[in-house]
């Protein structure tokens, strides 16, 4: 079965930097369009950024963009997410996830695939 694994979590003060990853099992995921979504306590899963199959097209949430960057590549069936300038509020668990349809992560439903998360401590 198919699967999206992350790695990369873990705790960091505010203003420091993490980098997640996630590694896709099956060479399919380079024509999906992959990304992350967040959850903090108490509160919904929220869409983070989105990077179409050919990394021709980015999309960020207003919360972190110019802070996080996403990237992938195919050839690894890997995609990263940079985050940089964390701040408290980015604390949560991270979920990796992978779609065919793009638009489809704009609403986060109807995604095809879920890693498991990884959790983003930032303490202030």
């Known amino acids: 079965q198919a699967q999206l694994v992350e790695s990369g979590g873990g705790s960091v003060q505010a203003g420091g930097s993490l980098q997640v990853s996630c590694a896709a099992s099956?060479?399919?995921?380079?024509?999906?369009?992959m990304g992350w979504f967040r959850q903090a306590p108490g509160k919904e899963r929220e869409f983070v950024a989105v990077?179409?199959?050919?990394?021709?097209?980015?999309f960020y949430a207003d919360s972190v963009k110019g802070r996080f960057t996403i990237s992938r590549d195919n050839a690894k069936n890997t995609v990263y997410l940079q985050m940089n300038s964390l701040k408290p509020e980015d604390t949560g668990v991270y979920f990796c996830a992978a779609e065919p349809r793009y638009s489809n992560f704009m609403t986060g439903r109807s995604i095809g695939y879920w890693g498991q998360g990884t959790q983003v401590t930032v303490s202030s």
């Open positions: 099956e060479r399919t995921f380079t024509s999906y369009a």
């Open positions: 990077i179409s199959s050919r990394a021709d097209s980015i």
